[in-house]
C-alpha cells in the first residue's frame, strides 16, 4: 500500500527540493498536527511529503512531538512536467456539481482546472464571491491531491467568460495545443480525437443546463475541437472526470 501524503507548507524556510536520502525532516503546523495528533502517526510508519510541484520525500517517522512530526528521508523524488498538460475548463454549475467535477478529475489525474462562467451556467462569481469560490475550489484541489497521493497540486485558474475562452482556445492552438469540447451532438467519439505531442490540451465542459450553441461557434471558430464522451449524455459532474480518465489512457500515463 502506498504511503499517506503530507504537503510541505509553502513558508518553509528550506523547499523539499534541498533535502536528499539521510536528511531529517520535520513535518509540523496543520500538517504536522493532522499526522502526529489526529492520526497519530508513530514511529516506524512510512510518509510522503510533497510540495505540490513535483517533488515527493519518501520517508519514515522517527519521532512524533505532538505536532512536530519527525521524518527521516529514504528517498527524494522528482516528478516531471508532464509533456501533455490537460487542464479542465469546468463551467460553474448549481449545488456542488462543479466542486464535485475538480475533486474527481484530480483525483483521475488533471493537471490544470480553469472555472467558466458559461452562459447557461446558474452560478455566477462577481466581487467578493469569486475569490471566495475560487479558494473554495483551490481548498478542494488540495484535499484531493492529498486524497489522490500525488505530488503535484493541479493550479486552479481565475474564472474566464466565453470570450475570454475563446482568446485562450486561439493562443492554446496557436501554440501547437488543442481544445476539445464536449458536446452531444458532436459526431466524433473523444477516442478518435486527435491530441498533441506536446503543450496544452484543455477540455471543455459545459454546465447543466449545456453549451449553447453560440458558445459551440465561438470556440470552433478559435480553433476548438467538438467531441461526443459516449451515447448517453452525463451530469457535469462527471463528464469531466471520465473524460480525463479515458485521456490519461490515451496519453500512456494510466
Do not use: C
Not at 82 to 108: C, F, H, N, S, Y
Not at 119 to 142: I, L, N, P, Q
Not at 179 to 195: D, F, K, M, N, R
Amino acid at each position: 500500500m502506498s504511503a499517506p501524503v503530507f504537503l510541505a507548507e509553502a513558508s518553509a524556510a528550506h523547499p523539499l527540493s534541498e533535502y536528499g536520502a539521510g536528511a531529517l525532516y520535520v513535518l509540523d503546523g496543520a500538517e504536522g498536527r493532522h499526522a502526529g495528533v489526529v492520526q497519530r502517526r508513530g514511529p516506524g510508519e512510512r510518509i510522503d511529503v510533497v510540495d505540490g510541484a513535483g517533488v515527493r520525500l519518501r520517508t519514515v517517522v522517527e519521532a512524533v512531538h505532538g505536532a512536530e512530526v519527525h521524518l527521516r528521508v529514504e528517498q527524494a523524488v522528482v516528478e516531471p512536467v508532464p509533456d501533455v498538460v490537460v487542464t479542465l475548463v469546468q463551467a460553474l454549475a448549481k449545488g456542488d456539481r462543479d466542486e464535485m467535477a475538480i475533486e474527481a478529475a484530480t483525483e483521475t489525474g488533471v493537471d490544470a482546472i480553469i472555472p467558466w462562467q458559461a452562459e447557461r451556467s446558474v452560478v455566477v462569481w462577481r466581487g467578493d464571491r469569486a475569490a471566495k469560490s475560487r479558494a473554495r475550489w483551490v481548498s478542494t484541489v488540495r484535499a484531493a491531491t492529498k486524497q489522490a497521493r500525488r505530488a503535484r497540486i493541479p493550479d486552479v485558474d481565475v474564472s474566464l467568460s466565453t470570450k475570454q475562452l475563446a482568446a485562450r482556445t486561439r493562443e492554446v492552438v496557436a501554440a501547437g495545443g488543442a481544445v476539445v469540447v464536449l458536446h452531444e451532438e458532436a459526431t466524433t467519439g473523444l477516442s478518435a480525437v486527435a491530441l498533441p505531442d506536446a503543450g496544452a490540451l484543455l477540455l471543455v465542459v459545459g454546465p447543466e443546463g449545456g453549451i449553447s450553441e453560440a458558445e459551440v461557434a465561438l470556440l470552433a471558430e478559435a480553433g476548438a475541437t467538438t467531441a461526443r464522451l459516449g451515447p448517453h449524455v452525463l451530469r457535469t459532474s462527471t463528464a469531466g472526470p471520465i473524460a480525463i480518465a479515458l485521456l490519461s489512457d490515451r496519453l500512456g500515463r494510466w
